[in-house]
């Protein structure tokens, strides 16, 4: 056997593996979210999304100017309008106790990827009007895969939070598949939030941004 | 700890092992189907959906009387004119190379789920509309969601099909979740086709049997 083949072989195992550790984990275990975000970052399927990205013009300057959110005030946030994106998005954060998250500066577009989707991931709660509870979560994820098209990591997400349904609790089955389909039909209009400078943006209105992005939250 | 909650343990192990086996198969391998329809049918979720599918007049009946398909002359049925249902299911049955089932009378409720499901199948893949292409798979994969609610069959096959494309070929992440889309919402405002008792429809024009059933097919 080839040694690339090989190599394809063990990632999916270690895939597989990550996966079954992930459906039998508790919701919300971030020990088991970060192996199986290790486990689906191969480098092939990191530049297929990276290429999707960077084929409209928002992404592509994104990867060349790597805009980051830098340190986020919540306190001065949430004294700003209430139909601000920053009013929204420092109340999403202390209600659910969040903090943002610091993670060093990207030195190359992997890193940059990873580092843009994590701290922007309550931005796009909040953009899409998605809540941080599991089925808000499943919409998210299915959102994401429109997105990022090519993500081994959300598109596993949600794999996993149907075989958990299937395994430990089928009577949620329409509730999760509502969730994908919502997910998935607000994103397919939608335009990239991938690039977006948000910290530009903490003082726009969320209705404005929302509108500019072709996303039609149901109040 | 107690002997039930074992069972339980031991039933998912079960289940999760089947549903692994059948993502590293090949498509179309019916052992594996097979085993993850045997591991996916505890008597407690195949009650939670006799009980759905018995909750209307149609699958009441239908509990009461097993109607079943019973023989089905395809050569015959491809005589009849060309907008009914008979023709469109002789039609399709020898396009694909298919042969009706035959499945031995059911003695219970269970029995009856399972082999009327099963000499169904195709029938609900002409009523729908959704071809035998992996997509039109898992479009009809979604749809019985909907329809059984509770059956965690279904529902392994919608995330086996997720977990194969995340696993080995993320370029399909697209045209999948399109798929479970499209299954989803043409099963949302449908009325249940469980309990028909198809034999006495060959006649019946197709058009006329999807919009009774409120099943908007894009021609």
């Known amino acids: 056997m080839s040694e690339l083949l090989d190599l ?23 020990g088991v979210i970060d192996r199986l975000a290790q486990a689906s970052s191969d480098l092939e399927s990191l530049q297929l999304v990276i290429n999707f990205l960077a084929s409209n013009p928002q992404g592509k300057s994104a990867f060349e100017r790597y805009p980051r959110v830098g340190e986020v005030d919540l306190e001065r946030l949430a004294l ?36 843009h989707i994590t701290e922007t991931h309550d931005v796009w709660h909040v953009v899409t009007g998605f809540n941080t509870s599991i089925i808000g979560e499943i919409q998210l994820e ?4 429109s997105q990022l ?38 994103a397919k ?25 072709n996303i039609k939250v149901q109040q």
């Open 80 to 115: 700003l309008p209430t139909d601000t994106l920053g009013y929204a998005y420092a109340n999403h954060m202390i209600q659910n106790g969040l903090k943002p998250l610091k993670i060093k500066p990207s030195t190359n577009d992997y890193e940059f990827l990873g580092a």
């Open 189 to 213: 209009p939608a335009k990239p939030l991938f690039g977006i400078d948000w910290k530009t943006l903490w003082q726009s209105s969320l209705n404005d941004i929302r509108d500019s992005l």
């Open 149 to 186: 098209q090519f993500s081994r990591f959300w598109l596993a997400l949600i794999a996993k939070n149907l075989l958990k349904t299937v395994v430990y609790d089928i009577e949620h089955s329409t509730e999760y598949m509502d969730a994908i389909a919502e997910g998935w039909m607000l």
């Open 142 to 145: 299915a959102f994401y895969v």
């Open 8 to 30: 394809k072989l063990q990632r999916e195992e270690v895939l597989l593996s990550a996966f079954l550790e992930m459906v039998r984990a508790s919701d919300g275990d971030f």
